[in-house]
């Protein structure tokens, strides 16, 4: 199975700084056939459900605010909220879907300082 | 609008079983792909399942298969998720998602809550 690792396991940032999440697949999540990155990233806010935000590692749901970008191939994988707004505030999961078992990072927590 | 709405959970003693539905509206579903998601009590995702669009090909997680079943009636727009032989560790919040064709899941219902215990 395809281990997922995020770091940090939570993060406090300052109203209208910069956030950086990270994750790491054990094994390469890019398919060479097609030159995409089977990496997705979710938000999850207390007392509801997932909600995707981007997938192909980098192409923004519809809808997401553009302050969220992703990036990063292979291995390494990086979410970043560029500004950081109240309602940002939730758990955010990176997930492999190279193939199955499709597996998640264990989630960081992201809070306001 | 699109709507997944889980159904079924409850509280089931050890070795019990259980069936999940999760009904869909607001799109196709006999075009998609459809998983369950599994979220234990303050810890991460793990998914538990997925079922291609006619039914014809499923696939598990090593820790539920041989004991959990997923299946769909198109006709009736519903996802089922068929849990015998139940462990403590099976308590979650059990979400269905659907699947846009590859594993990245775009809509999510609210959950149920399963719990296994004595």
């Known amino acids: 199975d395809i281990v997922m690792t995020q770091s940090p396991d939570s993060l406090a940032v300052s109203l209208g700084e910069r956030a950086t999440i990270n994750c790491k697949s054990s094994?390469?999540?890019?398919?060479?056939?097609?030159?995409?990155?089977?990496l997705a990233w979710y938000q999850q806010k207390p007392g509801q459900p997932p909600k995707l935000l981007i997938y192909?590692?980098?192409t923004r749901e519809s809808g997401v605010p553009d302050r969220f970008s992703g990036s990063g191939s292979g291995t390494d994988f990086t979410l970043t909220i560029s500004s950081l707004q109240a309602e940002d505030v939730a758990v955010y999961s990176c997930?492999?879907?190279?193939?199955?078992?499709?597996?998640f990072g264990q989630g960081t927590k992201l809070e306001i300082k | 609008e699109v709507q997944l709405v889980e159904s079924g959970g409850g509280l089931v003693q050890p070795g019990g079983s259980l069936r999940l539905s999760c009904a869909a509206s607001?799109?196709?579903?006999?075009?998609?792909?459809m998983h369950w998601v599994r979220q234990a009590p303050g810890k991460g995702l793990v998914w538990v399942s997925r079922?291609?669009?006619?039914?014809?090909?499923?696939r598990y997680a090593d820790s539920v298969k041989g004991r959990f079943t997923i299946s769909r009636d198109n006709p009736k727009n519903t996802l089922y998720l068929q849990m015998n032989s139940l462990r403590a560790e099976d308590t979650a919040v059990y979400y269905c998602?659907?699947?846009?064709?590859?594993?990245?899941?775009?809509?999510w219902g609210q959950g149920t809550m399963v719990t296994v215990s004595s």
């Open positions: 998602a659907r699947g846009t064709g590859f594993g990245v899941l775009d809509i």
């Open positions: 192909w590692a980098s």
């Open positions: 997930q492999q879907y190279y193939g199955t078992p499709y597996t």
């Open positions: 079922i291609n669009s006619d039914g014809s090909s499923t």
């Open positions: 094994q390469s999540v890019l398919y060479s056939s097609n030159n995409k990155n089977y």
């Open positions: 607001g799109f196709t579903f006999s075009n998609y792909w």
